[in-house]
């Protein structure tokens, strides 16, 4: 909401609720309010509907089900985003839901949205990182051993669609992170592969409902980390930017740094 009331109105842009702040703080914009992004996690542990402990995944379930009660209020908003759940979370910070299957995690996102189109509010799933954390920079991809790190499903581009697919749901589609694809498609040493990988998240675009349009950085390692950049500031082919222009969904520029740059962003999309 740092861009302000104000200059959403003046440059005619809806916004999307944080997923870190009570919605009652988002009054002022409810008019303008189009999306929410759902809460993924509380004192750095991360909710887990897919969760092995019952009690926990429970629990992680019931607050997305509040999530989507309490946005009922706001006169506009249609979608909810939220983030996959840990397949395996090992951070001392973690200190329940540390594994997940994914069965419960079908389940869970099937419960969330009969609640979501109770009312009348449709689901996006949104791809999540690579988590580079700790890997230097001189360490190729095919070094890393990648069942040993924290990991969320949803983050190759095959899984977060098959998800979608599974769920089954009219009111579920996918939200695309275009900065969150690039962190994925770093694992992947070579260049070219790493393009084609980058590209493959959009061959379903019909499932794509919602976009956290950002700019990242494909061929150096700047790009394992989610850089949130300005749109046109990284390396993501044009193509990409061009087709997530095209998409028939709620395009979310997920990042603010100054009026300025907002404003030459919105030129640079108006030229795509």
Same mark, same amino acid.
């Given at each position: ?176 992170? #275009? ?20 590209? #493959? ?29 300005? &749109? ?39 030229? &795509?």
């Amino acid at each position: 909401m740092s861009v302000g009331l104000n200059n959403l109105n003046r440059l005619g842009l809806l916004t999307e609720g944080a997923a870190h702040q009570d919605i009652a703080e988002y009054n002022p914009f409810a008019e303008i309010m189009v999306s929410g992004h759902g809460p993924y996690m509380e004192n750095g542990t991360r909710w887990n509907i897919a969760a092995k402990n019952d009690a926990f995944r429970k629990e992680s379930i019931g607050v997305m089900l509040g999530y989507v009660d309490m946005v009922r209020g706001m006169p506009n908003l249609k979608q909810v985003n939220l983030h996959f759940p840990p397949k395996r979370w090992r951070d001392e910070a973690q200190l329940e839901g540390h594994e997940g299957t994914y069965d419960r995690m079908i389940d869970g996102f099937r419960q969330i949205a009969r609640k979501a189109e109770e009312n009348g509010i449709e689901i996006v799933l949104e791809n999540g990182n690579a988590h580079w954390t700790g890997i230097r920079d001189d360490i190729t991809a095919d070094q890393v051993d990648w069942q040993d790190r924290n990991w969320a499903f949803g983050a190759s581009p095959e899984e977060w669609v098959g998800i979608c697919i599974d769920i089954d749901r009219p009111n579920v589609g996918l939200c695309l992170d #275009s900065s969150h694809l690039a962190t994925y498609s770093h694992t992947v040493a070579d260049d070219e592969k790493r393009m084609r990988v980058a590209l #493959s998240f959009l061959d379903k675009p019909e499932l794509i409902r919602h976009v956290h349009w950002n700019d990242n950085f494909l061929y150096d390692t700047r790009g394992r980390i989610d850089q949130h950049a300005i &749109l046109g500031k990284g390396t993501l082919p044009v193509s990409i930017h061009r087709s997530i222009k095209d998409l028939d969904a709620t395009l979310h520029l997920e990042h603010f740094y100054t009026i300025k740059d907002l404003e030459e962003e919105l030129v640079y999309i108006q030229e &795509l």
